[in-house]
């Protein structure tokens, strides 16, 4: 089955530390994007990358880091800049009509 | 003003109803819109494109007026399993490539 997968669904991180959030796709897309999602507020672009070893900054990107080895995987770094990194984080790529189709999304929680 | 604005609701209405949403966008050179489905604490969904000429797919009618800026859902006969969060999403050609905004979401809840 084509799709994307993210992992983990849930990630608990102490204040300080940097995680990593994985995303896969095996849809043959060029285009990936990372999102985060708060209550109450849409979704909001950290990072996208529209090709391998190419990305580019997003609204809100402070505080993440990405990388583009692979056309399949597109890996979000939160790191300890981040202010208010709990969050719920999306990750998608890009379709033929230009829709986006996305992971399940993986929980931060900071403790 | 925000580039996508959804009235957030909630909606709650009962089974069998029909039910239309609007949104608004602000930007002008907006280029393809869409809808997506958002359940509780999952990924969004694609629910439909939204074209000119106005589409539909069983009880989903969407349509698009690019003159005063707005596209609208409507869900006829509406069921239990429709509720949801509905998204309005607009795309953006940028320098940088495609950008999707994505409004707020309005909550659809339906009740027996």
């Known amino acids: 089955d084509g799709g994307i997968t993210q992992s983990p669904k849930y990630l608990f991180r102490k204040e300080g530390q940097n995680v990593t959030l994985s995303c896969e796709q095996n849809?043959?897309?060029?285009?990936m994007y990372w999102y985060r999602q708060d209550p109450g507020q849409g979704l909001r672009l950290i990072y996208y990358s529209q090709i391998v070893n190419d990305f580019q900054k997003g609204d809100i990107a402070e505080g993440y880091s990405v990388s583009r080895e692979k056309k399949e995987s597109f890996p979000l770094t939160v790191t300890s800049a981040q202010k208010n990194p709990t969050a719920f984080y999306l990750c998608?790529?890009?379709?033929?009509?230009?829709?986006?189709?996305f992971g399940p999304g993986t929980r931060l929680t900071v403790l | 003003r925000k580039e996508v604005e959804q009235d957030p609701g909630p909606f709650n209405v009962p089974e069998g109803a029909t039910v239309a949403f609007n949104c608004t966008y602000s930007n002008s050179a907006s280029q393809s819109f869409f809808w997506y489905r958002q359940d509780c604490r999952k990924e969004p969904k694609l629910l439909m494109s939204v074209y000119s000429s106005g589409n539909e797919d069983g009880r989903f009618t969407a349509q698009l007026n690019r003159a005063s800026q707005y596209i609208s859902l409507l869900i006829r006969d509406s069921k239990l399993s429709d509720s949801a969060t509905y998204l309005c999403v607009v795309r953006i050609l940028t320098g940088g490539g495609n950008k999707l905004t994505f409004g707020t979401g309005t909550q659809l809840k339906v009740e027996l």
């Open positions: 998608a790529s890009r379709g033929e009509i230009n829709e986006q189709f």
């Open positions: 849809l043959n897309h060029d285009a």
